[in-house]
């Protein structure tokens, strides 16, 4: 098999990389005594892939102790990953950096691999808090998350900030308009015209308030729990940067609203919570942000919220093992309230 990336694991290969490129970052260690690899994600085929790689590198301090790092690879062949290196390089000197409100360290851009290499962070994600049922610690967190998406949202947007351009309309977010509606609309012709319909509705919204409003705000783009990371009782990241884009701050909350809901339904938590959680993480945000909560951002966040469902049944309509029984709920829930 003739794919650049098996390289990556090569502990012989890797750790002459790491003293090149890694350990000149990190002037308190003097050596990497051993690197052990973890795949949260692993898709390599004959010469394409789509992977993120830990290492658990482990250093020697000039102490002669030993000190393990996780730092991680995110690669894909066919989508090369220097816009994820160059927004958490951006962000890293945008007060991210040694902040309660942080990112993933960025490391180096490989052209070869086509990935970002970057520190880790390390704790729980918000979703084992609701999966667990930890409500004191879900509240704390989501409070958090509200202040970690104002400080993104408010944060100085350079002229050549927009990091990943097709995601900053609803009608190119990858896989695009098209694209989808042919999918679902040859896999499941019963709901091709309804498809049409509210990709239509989500279009015409967003392009109401573009035509109106020339200001474009940094945004995450998949504000969802999984990507939420309470590293201690104050300090708090998000990861993930492949969708960082410019666009309507009100995606990030509109989607972060719906996946939160959407998993803490899952769960089975009562209806009463997941709005108090919800109206909690709404009134921090706006607490904590240069913006206000009136009717017009709140049809705007209603937009995004059902977009984020319906991609969300899209995943499940059209991925390799297809559930079209999760699918269909989120489907009725959105023509229900948007027709």
């Known amino acids: ?52 790689i830990e290492f658990r590198t482990t250093f020697l301090n000039s102490k002669e102790e030993e000190e393990t790092v996780p730092i991680y690879c995110s690669a894909h062949s066919d989508e090369p990953r220097r816009n994820v290196y160059k927004a958490l390089k ?16 960025p490391l180096f851009y490989s052209q070869y691999f086509r990935g970002t290499f ?38 100085r947007a350079c002229a050549n900030c927009n990091f990943n351009p097709l ?7 990858i896989p695009g308009r098209e694209e989808i509606l042919y999918k679902v609309g040859d896999w499941y012709p019963e709901y091709g015209k ?49 969708d960082i884009c410019l666009a309507d701050y009100a995606r990030d909350l509109g989607c972060f609203l719906q996946q939160t809901d959407f998993m803490f ?29 009136t009717s017009e951002v709140q049809k705007r966040i209603d937009n995004y919220y059902y977009w984020t469902a319906i991609r969300t049944a899209t995943f499940f309509l059209i991925k390799d093992k297809p559930e079209p029984e999760r699918a269909r709920p989120l489907i009725e829930e959105v023509k229900k309230n948007i027709f």
């Open 90 to 105: 951006y962000l890293w000197e945008q007060e991210f950096k040694d902040s309660n409100l942080t990112i993933p360290r």
């Open 265 to 293: 339904r899952r769960k089975g938590a009562e209806e009463k919570y997941i709005q108090e959680i919800k109206d909690l993480f709404l009134k921090e945000y706006f607490k904590q942000s240069k913006e206000n909560l």
């Open 1 to 52: 098999m003739n794919n650049p990336i098996l390289k990556l694991f090569d502990e012989n290969y890797v750790r002459d990389l790491f003293k090149e490129k890694v350990l000149p970052r990190f002037p308190e260690f003097k050596e990497i005594k051993k690197i052990e690899f973890r795949t949260p994600k692993k898709f390599i085929w004959e010469e394409t892939y789509h992977v993120v």
């Open 118 to 155: 970057y520190r880790g962070v390390e704790g729980h994600n918000l979703y084992y808090y609701i999966r667990n049922r930890e409500l004191k610690e879900i509240r704390k967190i989501v409070q958090k998350a509200a202040a970690w998406f104002a400080k993104l949202h408010s944060t």
């Open 194 to 242: 309804d498809y049409e319909k509210i990709y239509n509705y989500f279009i015409r919204e967003e392009e109401k308030f573009f035509q109106k409003e020339e200001k474009r705000w940094l945004i995450h783009g998949d504000a969802h729990p999984e990507n939420v990371i309470k590293m201690s009782d104050k300090k708090l990241a998000v990861i993930d940067f492949t």
């Open 167 to 173: 995601n900053s309309r609803l009608e190119t977010v």
